[in-house]
């Protein structure tokens, strides 16, 4: 694998007053160019502070993240980075596009002259360059009449529209690295299927390297190369989107497997459906963080906190279950062919 | 008793936008709802299930056409029997967050629509609070307790346990689950067809998640832009849809499956919707449409029964269909 971001032991908390709430716990991954890596988990499980930690988009002191967390992007350390390398780090290098369109377009400025500032800043293109630029990206993502649309405000254009043009602002400079956090999730599944397309079409175009968070398990069967399931702030299982889908491992992925309707189940058979919540982060952990909520709970599972196990290059889950003394259990697959 | 305890006909239901222009959020649909069934509503957002929903209700003035509950026609009802229809038909809404006042506690909430509908001693009405309470999953330790102190899943459940506080015959679920996270939208969904066997319910389940529906629903109706162009069992929809753009939104779904590479191709639709305002005459679906000829640019084709429970409004439906 050719990488280009390296991340280890990140840990990223939020000090409020009714204490400090640890929401990344030690996150460690690796991401090749031009791959798609998807992160997924319920609400709450720190893949979004995990996602703006790698840009240093917190600002201390109300968020810290830790000093002896590792973040290197192209072999270079982001965490010692200065102001300035920071800035053009987040203008050339990596770009997020965010759930909701409208709070991170500037609403009073078309949406040429927002693509347009950043072609100014960080590709030092004069201003008849950029417009010309700006026109090809949005005719890139798609957006009908380009020429005339280059000087729409963000209301003027739907919800899909405006997706869109994030990601063309998002592309502008062609990062090596694109993060999307719940890119789709507002859309409707026609509009969604065609902004996966475009991000698909992107990627192969110019080897964008794409971190992909969602909580559509559909999605990721579609879109992602390699998945890694977060679990209060930690991953617990990691793998190929074969590995994940097909010879999962951790309990907590087999509960998210199997609480999604297949298109082929009986209709109005009970769902699977997890009960409990998952730990309150401000309280340490030094247990699975999964034992309160899982069927498969042993004695030692309350007490230690299980280490990474390898299963294969690409395939790794912390579980007690993957002890050499645990005892066999039934897993999703074996119930699910019942 | 008739068959159906909702029917609607030829239902409008326009918005005057300005003084020229009319936004038809609803346009000439026919709807039936079976006694203790599941009807799903799906189409794309700004398509009118809401607006559907909410007239169906009674919430909004029909511009025109007729809706029966239990065989009486809504718009001539007054006053008791007018009360008793509100009391019968129920609502749960979309979003969690802003569907319940943060300043009430939860027993207030559930009890409001009690005081209305149902003379209650305080004593039996918090034994119901407290019954309603454990019927949707929450504990009688919920009841003095503030929304805004809640999870969305458990404000759910409490705009579930207010729907069901008078004992409604029919519930609008317009959009109940889109704001939870997976593992919570299977136990909303498992709540909601438990109490429709306990309760013999009737649910117009409305949603843009389409696996979900296919659950839930025994029959499913598709609109777009205002119209119903497809409506058959939840089976039939799923598996053999007829009507263009049914298909096209059904192979949009991504399935959360990994069988290779190969699966991953798929036919997509093009375009957007385009607006309801003045929309032009003929197949609304038309300018999206790979099977469009004249004809379809011209008439507006009608909801015909193809098939044996089976309705599509195409001009082409039978030349098409796979
Ligand atoms: N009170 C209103 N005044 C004016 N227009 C309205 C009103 N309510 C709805 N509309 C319009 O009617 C159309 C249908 O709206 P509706 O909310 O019923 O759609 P929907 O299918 O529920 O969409 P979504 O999935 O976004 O909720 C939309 O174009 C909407 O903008
Ligand atoms: N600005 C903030 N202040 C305090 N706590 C926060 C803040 N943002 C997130 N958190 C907490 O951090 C945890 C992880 O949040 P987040 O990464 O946003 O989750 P996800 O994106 O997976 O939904 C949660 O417990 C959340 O409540
Ligand atoms: S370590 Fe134990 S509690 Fe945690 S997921 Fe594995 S079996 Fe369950
Ligand atoms: S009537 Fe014509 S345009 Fe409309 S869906 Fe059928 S074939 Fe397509
Ligand atoms: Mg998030
Ligand atoms: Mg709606």
Not at chain 1, 234 to 262: C, D
Not at chain 1, 271 to 298: Q, S, V, W
Not at chain 2, 95 to 124: C, F, N, Q
Request: hydrophobic share 40%; glycine share 6%.
């Amino acid at each position: 694998m050719d990488r280009i971001l390296n991340v280890e032991n990140l840990q990223v908390s939020f000090h409020t007053y009714a204490g400090e709430v640890r929401a990344v716990r030690g996150v460690s991954f690796e991401l090749g160019r031009g791959e798609t890596l998807a992160f997924v988990g319920e609400s709450g499980c720190g893949k979004t502070a995990t996602a703006k930690a790698i840009m240093r988009l917190w600002k201390p002191p109300f968020v810290e993240i830790k000093s002896d967390s590792v973040v290197e992007y192209n072999g270079e350390d982001v965490m010692k980075m200065d102001k300035k390398r920071l800035q053009s780090l987040r203008g050339n290098d990596i770009s997020m596009i965010f759930q909701d369109p409208m709070t991170s377009l500037n609403p009073t400025m078309t949406v040429g002259k927002q693509i347009m500032e950043g072609l100014q800043l960080h590709r030092g293109l004069n201003k008849a360059q950029a417009r010309e630029e700006a026109i090809n990206m949005l005719r890139m993502v798609k957006i009908p009449v380009p020429e005339k649309n280059v000087d729409s405000y963000p209301h003027q254009l739907s919800g899909g529209m405006r997706q869109r043009v994030m990601i063309a602002m998002a592309l502008a400079c062609q990062p090596s690295i694109l993060i999307a956090d719940e890119p789709t999730t507002a859309l409707d599944v026609t509009i969604q299927a065609q902004v996966l397309d475009l991000l698909q079409e992107l990627k192969t175009q110019l080897n964008t390297a794409i971190i992909l968070v969602t909580h559509d398990l559909g999605v990721i069967a579609n879109f992602a190369d390699r998945v890694q399931v977060m679990y209060a702030g930690q991953v617990v299982e990691r793998g190929t989107t074969k590995e994940i889908f097909n010879e999962a491992k951790h309990p907590y992925t087999w509960a998210l497997l199997n609480s999604v309707p297949a298109l082929a189940t009986e209709n109005k058979q009970e769902l699977y459906a997890l009960k409990g919540t998952p730990p309150d982060l401000i309280l340490p952990l030094n247990h699975c963080p999964f034992a309160a909520r899982c069927e498969y709970c042993m004695g030692i599972c309350r007490e230690q906190m299980p280490e990474e196990t390898t299963l294969s290059g690409t395939h790794k889950v912390s579980c007690w279950l993957e002890h050499p003394n645990a005892p066999k259990v039934e897993s999703f697959y074996d119930r699910r062919k019942k | 008793m008739g068959e159906y305890l909702v029917e609607a006909k030829n239902l409008c239901k326009y918005f005057q936008v300005d003084r020229k222009r009319t936004l038809k959020a609803v346009d000439h649909v026919d709807i039936a709802i079976r006694r203790g069934e599941t009807l799903g509503l799906v189409g794309e957002s700004g398509c009118g299930k809401t607006t559907c929903g909410r007239t169906l209700l009674h919430l909004y003035d029909a511009t025109s056409g007729e809706i029966y509950f239990d065989g009486k026609e809504i718009s001539r009802l007054r006053g008791k029997e007018l009360l008793e229809f509100k009391h019968q038909a129920q609502i749960v809404f979309q979003d969690p967050y802003s569907s319940l006042d943060p300043r009430m506690t939860i027993s207030e909430i559930i009890a409001e629509g009690m005081d209305v509908h149902l003379k209650l001693s305080p004593k039996e009405k918090n034994e119901r609070i407290n019954e309603l309470l454990l019927a949707v999953g929450l504990t009688d330790q919920f009841a003095n307790r503030f929304a805004h102190e809640l999870s969305g899943g458990q404000r759910q459940r409490v705009g579930i346990a207010r729907a069901l506080a008078v004992d409604p015959s029919f519930i609008v679920c317009d959009e109940p689950i889109s704001a939870l996270d997976v593992s919570i939208q299977a136990q909303i969904v498992n709540l909601l067809i438990r109490l429709q066997r306990e309760r013999g319910l009737t649910y117009l389940f409305i949603s843009h998640d389409l696996s979900m529906v296919k659950h839930i629903s025994d029959r499913v109706g598709v609109m777009y832009l205002g119209s119903m162009v497809e409506l058959a069992s939840s089976e039939a929809i799923f598996s053999a849809p007829k009507h263009p753009y049914t298909q096209a939104l059904i192979s949009a779904i991504p399935v959360a499956d990994f069988d290779g590479e190969e699966s991953r191709k798929k036919e997509r639709l093009e375009g957007e919707v385009p607006s309801p305002i003045d929309p032009p005459p003929g197949c609304r679906f038309a300018p999206r449409c790979r099977y469009a000829t004249d004809i379809c640019h011209k008439e507006m084709p009608k909801l015909e029964e193809v098939e044996r429970g089976h309705l599509v409004a195409c001009h082409h439906c039978l030349n098409n269909h796979s």
